[in-house]
């Protein structure tokens, strides 16, 4: 029984792990947070008290791609302070674009992290 979304991790040898902590906690809006002792390095990253990225050490060796093909598309967050969003993307030079869902309203600002993921920061009408 599935009872909710708790986190995913993204792989990657140390200068682009610490790439995208900066990127996700600078301008996703995440923080670093408590972390398990693994034998590994790495960061989790928090919003709401909740640790929803984990970032893993690859070896320089280890092929992030592997040749596999990959469905992954973006990574959606919850999220308030649309003009806020949109003032610090601009301000950091991110390429961005936004859509809005038909009928709901919900305004979504859609850009990709330092390797190549998408992002989708998602804010319900409401708080527009």
Known sequence: ?????????????????????DFYCEVVGLSIGARPPFRSFGYWLYAGGEALLHLSEAALHENRISGAVSSFDHVAFKCAGLKQAEGRLATLGIDYRISVVPQSGQVQIFFKDPAGNGIELNFAPESV
Not at 9 to 21: I, S, V
């Open 1 to 21: 029984m599935i009872l909710g979304f708790s986190h995913y991790n993204l792989r990657a040898p140390r200068p682009l792990l610490d790439e995208l902590k």
